[in-house]
């Protein structure tokens, strides 16, 4: 299993979530946030910390109504990445996965369709 919350699986996790909220009505401000955030990264959550002062976006408490599909190397499903807000501020993400092995990292932004 590969360690959580290495500098690598970091970065792999921002990847990633930057997928998610970049074409969102609100992205470049979820963006923004993003970009300054403390990540806590787990292999299938994240707990997102904005910088004090952050813009806050326009978008309801709760997860984004983006659609988020993680699929295999062959097209295959494996889940779903859900991106949480709380009073304008990006503060967590999850790695919902539907396979019968839980992931041991977060998934490559290639893997990730957005519609």
Same mark, same amino acid.
């Given at each position: 299993?590969? *360690?959580?919350?290495?500098? &690598?699986?970091?970065? #792999?996790?921002?990847?990633?979530?930057?997928? $998610? +909220?970049? !074409? @969102?009505?609100?992205?470049?401000?979820?963006?923004?946030?993003?970009?300054?955030?403390?990540?806590?990264?787990?292999?299938?959550?994240?707990?997102?910390?904005?910088? *004090?002062?952050?813009?806050? &976006?326009?978008?309801? #408490?709760?997860?984004?109504?983006?659609?988020? $599909? +993680?699929? !295999? @190397?062959?097209?295959?499903?494996?889940?779903?990445?859900?991106?949480?807000?709380?009073?304008?501020?990006?503060?967590?993400?999850?790695?919902?996965?539907?396979?019968?092995?839980?992931?041991?990292?977060?998934?490559?932004?290639?893997?990730?369709?957005?519609?």
């Amino acid at each position: 299993m590969i *360690p959580a919350d290495t500098p &690598a699986q970091t970065e #792999d996790a921002r990847r990633t979530i930057e997928v $998610v +909220v970049r !074409d @969102d009505p609100q992205g470049q401000a979820l963006l923004a946030q993003l970009h300054d955030a403390e990540l806590s990264v787990a292999p299938s959550e994240v707990t997102i910390r904005p910088q *004090p002062g952050a813009a806050r &976006a326009e978008v309801p #408490d709760g997860p984004l109504d983006t659609v988020a $599909v +993680v699929t !295999d @190397d062959r097209g295959g499903h494996c889940g779903e990445i859900l991106v949480w807000v709380d009073s304008g501020l990006l503060s967590s993400a999850e790695y919902a996965w539907v396979t019968d092995e839980p992931p041991t990292s977060w998934p490559d932004p290639g893997h990730v369709r957005v519609g």
